[in-house]
């Protein structure tokens, strides 16, 4: 797996800013049931491989990265890294996610640690698409 790092200042490592932003339309996405619904033709952000949303709130148990990954398929990670629980950004053309930290872990989509501090994998979680909804279990 080739490691690219996102570009970022040394203040946004510092401080782990994420570079990828909750959904404009919070009303595409529902949490219950241990299962968050979110509605593809709400969430622009995932017409194109490469693009990603972070779900938080709504009585969610923990953030979520949701991406559409440069395979094609949408993926769901809990959006906490290992090894100093920052969020998580997708990294285009790597079919990875890296920690916005100074740290850089980076995880394959599997969630296995390729570069970084990070010890253990990152939590992926079942998703499941079905016309234009997706449905990610906790």
Same mark, same amino acid.
């Given at each position: 797996?080739?490691i690219?790092?996102?570009?970022?200042?040394l203040?946004q #490592?510092l401080?782990?800013i994420?570079?990828?932003?909750p $959904?404009?339309?919070? =009303?595409c996405?529902?949490y =219950?049931?241990?299962k968050v @619904?979110l509605d593809? /033709?709400?969430?622009?952000e995932?017409?194109?491989r490469g693009?990603a &949303?972070?779900? %938080?709130?709504?009585?969610?148990?923990e953030?979520?990265?949701v @991406? +559409?990954? /440069?395979d094609?398929?949408?993926h769901a990670?809990?959006?906490?890294?290992?090894h100093?629980g920052?969020?998580?950004?997708p990294? $285009?053309g *790597?079919r990875?996610?890296q920690?916005?930290?100074? =740290?850089?872990?980076t995880?394959d989509?599997? =969630? *296995?640690? +390729? +570069?970084? $501090?990070a010890?253990e $994998?990152?939590?992926?979680?079942? &998703?499941? #698409?079905?016309? *234009?909804k997706l %449905? @990610?279990?906790f």
């Amino acid at each position: 797996m080739e490691i690219r790092f996102l570009k970022r200042n040394l203040l946004q #490592r510092l401080f782990g800013i994420s570079v990828t932003k909750p $959904p404009g339309d919070q =009303g595409c996405w529902s949490y =219950g049931d241990r299962k968050v @619904i979110l509605d593809l /033709d709400r969430v622009p952000e995932l017409r194109q491989r490469g693009g990603a &949303v972070r779900l %938080e709130g709504k009585n969610l148990p923990e953030r979520l990265l949701v @991406i +559409h990954g /440069d395979d094609g398929e949408f993926h769901a990670f809990r959006n906490r890294c290992k090894h100093m629980g920052r969020r998580l950004d997708p990294v $285009p053309g *790597t079919r990875s996610v890296q920690c916005c930290s100074v =740290g850089k872990s980076t995880y394959d989509y599997g =969630g *296995t640690v +390729h +570069h970084g $501090p990070a010890k253990e $994998p990152v939590e992926t979680l079942p &998703v499941n #698409r079905d016309g *234009t909804k997706l %449905e @990610i279990t906790f």
